[in-house]
C-alpha cells in the first residue's frame, strides 16, 4: 500500500507544480506520513485516517504564515492604474446630464462628477473611481468658461 502513497504525493507535487495556490503541497506531505504509517500497518481505514488529519493539521496550521507571505501590496494595472492621476477636460462635463470626456495619459474617457458643478474644457481634475466606462473626476483647477 506504500507505493499508492507514494504515487499520490507524486501527482499532489506535480499538481502543485502546475497551480500556485501552495494547498496540493501539503497534501503530499500527509501522503508521506500516510506512507509511513503503511509500514506500520495495513489497515487503509487508519491511513486514511492519518492522511485527513495530517493534511487537514498541516493546511490549518501553516495558513496565517501563508496569508502573511501572500500579503503584498498590489500594483494597480489596466483601467484602474489611473485612479487618482490628473486628467485635461476635453469636453464640457455637465453633472446633470453625465456627459463629457477627459485626457489622461493619451486615452480619452467619458467622464462624470459627483459634485454638482459642471466643470469647463482646460480644466483638471483628478480621477477618483472607473465605473464600467467612465471616469468619475473632481475639479482641481477650474478654468474660467469664455
Not at 56 to 78: E, M, R
Not at 110 to 118: L, N
Amino acid at each position: 500500500m506504500w507505493q499508492i502513497w507514494l504515487i499520490a504525493a507524486g501527482v499532489f507535487i506535480i499538481g502543485e507544480i502546475i497551480t500556485v495556490g501552495f494547498l496540493l503541497f501539503w497534501l503530499s506531505i500527509a501522503s508521506l506520513i500516510a506512507m509511513v504509517v503503511s509500514f506500520f500497518t495495513s489497515n487503509v481505514i487508519i491511513q486514511m485516517t492519518v492522511f485527513v488529519i495530517s493534511s487537514g493539521l498541516l493546511i490549518f496550521a501553516t495558513k496565517p504564515l501563508v496569508k502573511k507571505l501572500a500579503k503584498k501590496d498590489s500594483v494597480s494595472t489596466n483601467v484602474y492604474s489611473i485612479i487618482g492621476k490628473t486628467a485635461i477636460v476635453i469636453e464640457d462635463i455637465d453633472w446633470a446630464s453625465g456627459t463629457g470626456q477627459i485626457k489622461c495619459e493619451g486615452e480619452v474617457w467619458s467622464a462624470k462628477t459627483d459634485e454638482q458643478i459642471d466643470i469647463p474644457t482646460g480644466s483638471e481634475v483628478e480621477i477618483v473611481s472607473i465605473e464600467g466606462v467612465k471616469a468619475y473626476v473632481k475639479p482641481l483647477k477650474i478654468v474660467a468658461a469664455k
